[in-house]
């Protein structure tokens, strides 16, 4: 069964700890994403990846880290630095070329007490 | 600044209502688009996409957009909602490799 997972649904985290969101693809896409979606502002890009080992900043990169280490994984940390970090965070994934679309995964909410 | 625009945030209609949702976008160059929907509890999916050709394109469920290129508009349609279309739905545009996503709209359908 080919899809996007992502783990896990709800995360609680104190207040200055990091934090990593797991997303894991078995459609041997070339391409992944991380979402951030807040209400009324849609979905906000925060770091992709077209291949293994390279990444890019999305719009609103700053306080996030990601690695790319194997094709089928895309790791998202919050860190401390993020100063508004409880939200819902998407996953997607997609093949290299901006004609196909992008498939996503059920997100997962972290909220920061 | 490459942008898209939703017009509407929150949609209510009537079951057999007909349904069109505005998305205009700002951005350089060749534009691929999409509509994309979010259904309560569930992955946010594919609607339609279009890339070149006819400009009206139809995609799941009986909804289409049509790509008006001198107005920046892909905007939405349906001509009868059925309750199950509650959802959210975004508007977006595609470039190099990044996507642009809109605000979305929330449409609710009373039955």
């Known amino acids: 069964d080919g899809g996007i997972t992502q783990s896990p649904k709800y995360l609680f985290r104190k207040e200055g700890q990091n934090v990593t969101l797991s997303c894991e693809q078995n459609?041997?896409?070339?391409?992944m994403y991380w979402y951030r979606q807040d209400p009324g502002q849609g979905l906000r890009l925060i770091y992709y990846s077209q291949i293994v080992n390279d990444f890019q900043k999305g719009d609103i990169a700053e306080g996030y880290s990601v690695s790319r280490e194997k094709k089928e994984s895309f790791p998202l940390t919050v860190t401390s630095a993020q100063k508004n970090p409880t939200a819902f965070y998407l996953c997607?994934?997609?093949?290299?070329?901006?004609?196909?679309?992008?498939?996503f995964g059920p997100g997962t909410r972290l909220t920061v007490l | 600044a490459q942008s898209v625009s939703q017009h509407n945030h929150h949609v209510i209609l009537s079951e057999a209502a007909s349904l069109e949702l505005g998305c205009n976008y700002s951005?350089?160059?060749?534009?691929?688009l999409f509509w994309y929907v979010q259904y309560p509890g569930q992955h946010l999916q594919l609607l339609l996409k279009y890339f070149s050709g006819d400009p009206l394109v139809k995609g799941i469920k009986g909804f289409e957009a049509e790509f008006i290129k001198s107005k920046f508009s892909f905007n939405l349609r349906k001509p009868s909602v059925q309750w199950s279309d509650t959802a959210e739905y975004f508007c977006?545009?595609?470039?190099?490799?990044?996507?642009?996503f809109g605000t979305g709209t929330r449409l609710k359908v009373l039955a």
């Open positions: 951005y350089g160059g060749t534009v691929n």
């Open positions: 997607a994934s997609g093949q290299e070329s901006s004609y196909n679309e992008q498939f």
């Open positions: 977006a545009v595609s470039g190099t490799y990044k996507y642009i």
């Open positions: 459609l041997n896409h070339d391409a």
